[in-house]
């Protein structure tokens, strides 16, 4: 530690995000005080495979191995931080003095109404719930076909479940890639023996199963409502913080208060790159942004500014995602006919913003490379899946 180290170092959120700002810190040679506070009693733990392996029943407990002794953190499980100023969090069970602050408090699923139950698939203790009641024959209405929902359906109807998708878009995984694009995901629900009804709001989760806006009913005896997840940051509404979809970091991760930093889910970092800011959700983000906010916390001024990577496996597929395709005015798929693996690239002018590679983690590697570089592609190389995608730069 040097002289001008923080001396406390306070990480709100035990999840991959706080955890691996703890690991990074002391991967620096950082060896003043970090108390660590998580809400949930479980030491910190991985979630994508709470939807995938352990659904499955491949696996019961995904917790991080992480050395938690070695990196003489001051941790504090199940506890939840609910208010911070004058430099010291106030939690529902202390008072935590800090020099600088790491808001790492992820994202929470949204609900629906009705005095129905409602499952969530955010927490270790959801999912070995909710795997509890897979049983074959039981009828499971799944609430949206994003990327949650078709995971869960994957693994229940493995299970033998009869699973009903209600999707209020035209489209499953409509809202992230695009109704066009999410539409050739469709036919992967019927072969998994899914039924997936697109085009149906739901008005209210009741005892026995689904009100639909238009007037139907779903009879099921389980519900689960997958339909996104909001930054959890009501614990910092009475702060100075500024709150914009999450809590406004620089490039820096530096919020709008001094020594207050934040990272994961929860934090809507200013990326240069794509001119925009942006709140990911990725996994990947809660694993590799912490290095560059870990340096910054003991004096550092790096900048994170990532090529945003994403994956998700269904019905016997891996989808990887890159980048950002928000301002993208041309999409391009490649795909030879009747192959199943297929990719879909995003141009904004000529150069490529976004890739999403079904079964194609070349293309996927070789897009990153090209939308980290920010080059010039031809847009009819990119169209033929004869030419390596690297090749496509002009
Ligand atoms: C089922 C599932 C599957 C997923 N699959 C994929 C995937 O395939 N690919 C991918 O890229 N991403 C996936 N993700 C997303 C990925 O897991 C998240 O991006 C990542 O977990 C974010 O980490 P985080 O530490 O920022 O937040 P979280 O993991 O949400 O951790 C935050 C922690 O903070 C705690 N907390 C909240 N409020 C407070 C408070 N006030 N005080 C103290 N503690 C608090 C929470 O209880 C939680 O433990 C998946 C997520 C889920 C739920």
Redesign the pocket.
Known sequence: MTSSDPARIVV???????LRTVEELRALGYSGSITL????RRPPYD??P??KQLMKGEVDDTSLRAELDSLAVDLRLG????HFGDRTVL?DGGEYPFDRLVI????RPVGLQGPGRQRF??TMEDALALRETLVPGARLAIIGAG??GA?LATAAALRGVRVTVVEAAGAPLANAISAEVGAATEHWYAEAGVELLLGEAVEAVLDDGLALAGGGFLAADEVVTAVGVRP?VG?LESSQVKLENGVAVDEQLRSSVTGVYAV???AAFWSGRFGRRMRT??????LRAPAVLAANLIGGSERYDPVPY????QFGRMLQFVGDHRAADKLIWRRRVGEPHWAVCWLAGERLVAVLTVGLPRDLTQGRRLIDAGVPVDAGKVADPAVPLRDSAS
């Open positions: 709100a959120g035990g999840g991959l995000a706080g506070i998580g809400a949930e979630r994508p709470l939807s506890e939840r931080a609910e939690t790492a408090t992820g994202a698939l955010r990327w949650i995971e959890e614990w994961g889910d929860c959700e990725h996994w990947d983000t809660a994403f994956w998700s496996e």
